[in-house]
């Protein structure tokens, strides 16, 4: 029998591995066995070998993750990233259906001091400036809720970002903890305590949010990964 990969690699060369990580598994590890975390997983598909994460997703959301073999391209790499030279490319689903097909989100964005949650952060005049574009793929209801698929650009690279520029204009992600109707839910998601209710509230296990596309050009050369979203992703949009 063929034993399961550890990762799902979309590319791998001398130089890097890009695996499309999984929703609900952390990229560095806070506790658990070596399968708790992406960088234990991809030490393990290296043998041992070196590897160094190049750009991170929060642990909810899947899609394309880069990781270097070496020092010296994890340096080259994660400049391009810092210099905004790379396009990233999402799909979410939200809740509603927004009134246009294209969205240009223009808000600032900066710690949420009111907020019990220590990580969550707000739109605030005095924020990092920041841009997201989104385009409506499709517009569907099911349970009697109303859901919409958007293919999202993040023009800046913020915490949060799209989660909090999709809430702000009315469209929460869908199974969003922080960003939602009750950031409370968060809170009793890290404390084990989350109610019956707030499952049925949140729908989906894991934020409706997947890094689908990262492009960039490195060495002279023009890359492009992509990545299909987790079959729930899939089945809850009705693809």
Not at 219 to 235: H, L, Q
């Amino acid at each position: 029998m063929t034993p399961t990969p550890v990762v799902n690699v979309i590319h791998e060369d001398p130089d890097i591995v890009v695996v499309n990580k999984p929703a609900g598994l952390v990229c560095h590890p806070t506790k658990g066995d070596v399968y708790s975390s992406l960088i234990s997983r991809l030490r393990l598909h290296r043998e041992g070998g070196p590897v160094f994460l190049v750009n991170r997703l929060d642990r909810e959301t899947s899609g394309v993750t880069v990781a270097a073999k070496t020092a010296v391209v994890s340096g080259e790499l994660g400049r391009l990233f810092e210099a905004r030279a790379v396009a990233k490319v999402y799909f979410a689903i939200v809740h509603g259906h927004p009134p246009a097909d294209e969205l240009v989100i223009e808000a600032p964005l900066g710690k949420d001091e009111s907020s019990p949650v220590a990580i969550k952060d707000t739109v605030r005049q005095d924020g990092v400036a920041a841009t997201t574009r989104a385009w409506v793929v499709k517009r569907f209801e099911r349970d009697g809720g109303a859901f919409s698929v958007l293919r999202v650009e993040p023009l800046s690279g913020r915490k949060h970002q799209i989660r909090i520029h999709l809430a702000h204009v009315g469209h929460p992600i869908v199974g969003d903890k922080i960003y939602g109707a009750d950031a409370g839910r968060y809170l009793r998601f890290v404390s084990c305590v989350m109610t019956e209710e707030d499952r049925a509230a949140l729908i989906v296990e894991n934020q409706a949010l997947h890094a689908a596309e990262l492009g960039f050009t490195w060495r002279g050369v023009a890359r492009r990964f992509t990545a299909e979203p987790e079959p729930w992703f899939r089945a809850f949009a009705g693809d």
